[in-house]
């Protein structure tokens, strides 16, 4: 300060002032300090995520995955990514089954079907409220199906189609409806309906694997009815095939328990007719033997095997006779008739009662 610069004089009261209000400020931007701090703090935890035990997550920086196929996936636990707008985290499911339900073929929305709220039943369908499928005799019934599956490539799941979980659905439906058109209305109710199951599921699997979803197919539950306003007429169909299957597995019991005696019989009778002919054939073999066996005694004493032959067959003959006539015969003279019993011989008690 120059000697000759004057020198200015401020109140006391204006000084105190002065550094009241620099003290204030001075707190104020220490306050503001420290809730910038606490901010700055509050935003970068705010980045802090958990990943559950059944699920993976992905960072999404600027809308794109943090990290190329697998390597983008983080197991379960805490981690870090930036606070929105710089980053964004997505939880994903990969272990608990997911659920796909058909929106095409039935009379009412699935959602409604656990609440009780059936529709009036009316005497035609409408085809502007009322989903429902084609059979291949051109029949009209109801068919609705529930997927189970599990995604098994969460990456393309989620970031290679606008919503993995219509697509899902949309293989499902097309399913439903490709299966209808293969079968009858009688295979599909009644006659084939594992085989309707079947080929509703094999078409979910075919599209799933051309589409390349990245979920797995699990579990497949698919229920089909008749349209509702011809429920009895249906039940009418089912009472006489019923009827016309039992009648049939009567006849085929009948048949076969009556094509059973027959056989049975036969069986019994050429098995006799066997044992006879074994008989038979034994006999004449055993009288060809002894025919052979005896022949060279005959020739070479015919007369003499002659009177032999005859003694024996008279002794087998007359062995239990009471009463024997022998005739001669060759010219013999001689004629012996046995009339009566030889006499008994005396018992003692014969001797007892004679006077």
Known sequence: MSEHEPIE?????????SQALSEALRSSFIIVRVLMVVLLLVFLCSGIFSVGPQENAIILRMGKPVGD??????????HFSWPK????????????LQIADTTVGWYM??????KGNEPQLRPSLNPANTSYTLTSD????????RLHYRISDPIRFHFDFADGRLFVTNALNNAILFASAQFTVDDILTKRVAAFREMVASRVKDLIEQQQLGVSFEQLD???IPPRYLQGKFNEVTQASVKRDDTLNKADSYATETLGKARAEAESRINTAQAARTRLVGLVAA???NFSDMLPQYQANPELFLRLRQMSMLERVLAGARDKIIQPHNGARELRLILGREPKLPTAQTNSVAP
């Open 69 to 78: 196929g697998r390597n983008a996936l983080l197991g379960p636990g805490l």
């Open 109 to 114: 929305p699935l959602e409604e079907m656990g």
């Open 9 to 17: 004089l401020k109140p006391a009261g204006e000084d105190a002032g």
């Open 138 to 145: 051109t029949n009209i019934i109801h068919v609705t199906a």
């Open 287 to 289: 009288e060809q033997k």
């Open 85 to 96: 707008p710089i980053d964004d985290h997505t939880n994903i499911p990969i272990s608990s």
């Open 222 to 224: 698919v229920q089909a």
